[in-house]
């Protein structure tokens, strides 16, 4: 199987910093991309950064310049840096991975953490 542990979150005042982290771990030979998503009270989940195996970056246009993005390949581990942060960001946030694996009995593809609350206070 494919394991996704995020760990991170937690309260913080606006303006405030925290740094999310997401390690995979499991029957893995490639990760093709990791990305965060995030799902606030009776909306939708949405993407707010990703990171493909290459390197290259994109962000939701809401946290560009506030948030980074980057991984460590030799962990398997995603990290979101979030800076400047607003009330509206708000959350639970949610690691995505999209893999190849070795064995026939894993299913290859996206795979989810179980995600990690981020409360930003006014």
């Known amino acids: 199987q494919v394991q996704l542990v995020e760990s991170g979150g937690g309260w913080v005042q606006a303006g405030g910093s925290l740094r999310l982290s997401c390690a995979a771990s499991?029957?893995?030979?490639?990760?093709?991309?990791m990305g965060w998503y995030r799902q606030a009270p009776g909306k939708q989940r949405e993407l707010v950064a990703g990171?493909?195996?290459?390197?290259?970056?994109n962000y939701a246009d809401s946290v560009k310049g506030r948030f980074t993005i980057s991984k460590d390949n030799a962990k398997d581990t995603v990290y979101l840096q979030m800076n400047s942060l607003k009330p509206e960001d708000t959350a639970v946030y949610y690691c995505?991975?999209?893999?190849?694996?070795?064995?026939?009995?894993?299913?290859?593809?996206?795979?989810w953490g179980q995600g990690t609350q981020v409360t930003v206070s006014s």
């Open positions: 499991g029957s893995i030979f490639k990760i093709n991309a």
């Open positions: 995505n991975a999209d893999v190849q694996v070795y064995s026939p009995y894993v299913r290859a593809g996206s795979y």
């Open positions: 990171i493909t195996g290459a390197g290259s970056t």
